[in-house]
């Protein structure tokens, strides 16, 4: 899979979006963009994927640019349950061998702040 | 809907115990994953299930690891002879299965396994 490269943190005031970047500048054709977040104390949590067009539903929408070297997770109105470390990953569509297997990075850390 | 869950979710033993994990996928899914995480760490692949096929338990870190799927639904984790390294976040994971392609992996939150 593709490595991706996130920022390690970022504040984000109450209600307004929070907008995280992600780039994955050596995905390839056959490999989607996928968002997971994770709240301490609770298992990963999925967000939303795409391929190449930008895709929205209830908890989030997906920006990917053109030539799909990067990628924007927006978190339209921020609370602060939304408080958790969020992971950019890239998976090829058909899930075999190792492929299977999920893998993040670091992430990043996502504050909302009062 | 219902979603992933794993029982216990906390489980305090001593080491050289035998402990099983248990977990319910969501209805329907026919992939199941096993992963732990320690803490601070990222995730661990253990094992995979998908419909009746042979588990793909290349993650499996000894052989005191065992896991098993029973009727395509509910699987178990067991450990034996527990060691402190086994200390972590068990967690269990399903999706639809590779038929589907690009299918997400939905996660329960977990059990938090603690060898005194």
């Known amino acids: 899979d593709a490595k991706t490269t996130q920022p390690p943190s970022m504040d984000c005031a109450e209600g307004r979006a929070a907008n995280l970047p992600c780039n994955h500048s050596?995905?390839?054709?056959?490999?989607?963009v996928y968002w997971y977040r994770q709240i301490h104390s609770q298992g990963p949590q999925y967000i939303i994927h795409?391929?190449?067009n930008n895709e929205t539903n209830e908890m989030a929408s997906l920006i990917i640019t053109e030539d799909r070297k990067s990628s924007t997770l927006i978190l339209p109105h921020a609370t602060l349950r939304d408080t958790a470390v969020y992971y950019c990953?890239?998976?090829?569509?058909?899930?075999?061998?190792?492929?299977?297997?999920?893998?993040f990075g670091s992430g990043t850390q996502l504050t909302v702040l009062p | 809907g219902a979603g992933v869950s794993q029982s216990p979710s906390n489980k305090v033993t001593e080491k050289g115990k035998d402990v099983e994990l248990r977990c319910d996928p969501i209805?329907?899914?026919?992939?199941l994953y096993w992963y732990r995480q320690s803490l601070g760490q990222g995730l661990e692949f253990l094992i995979y299930?998908?419909?009746?096929?042979?588990?793909?338990k290349s993650g499996l870190p000894s052989d005191r690891f065992s896991a098993e799927r029973t009727g395509g639904s509910v699987s178990t984790l067991t450990i034996q002879r527990t060691q402190q390294e086994d200390s972590a976040v068990y967690l269990c994971?399903?999706?639809?299965?590779?038929?589907?392609?690009?299918?997400?992996?939905?996660f329960g939150d977990g059990t938090r396994l603690s060898i005194l």
């Open positions: 299930f998908q419909g009746n096929s042979a588990p793909d």
């Open positions: 209805s329907g899914h026919t992939a």
């Open positions: 990953i890239v998976r090829v569509a058909w899930e075999s061998g190792s492929a299977r297997q999920l893998t």
């Open positions: 994971a399903s999706s639809l299965g590779q038929i589907y392609g690009n299918q997400p992996q939905h």
């Open positions: 795409g391929l190449k």
């Open positions: 050596t995905i390839s054709g056959n490999e989607y």
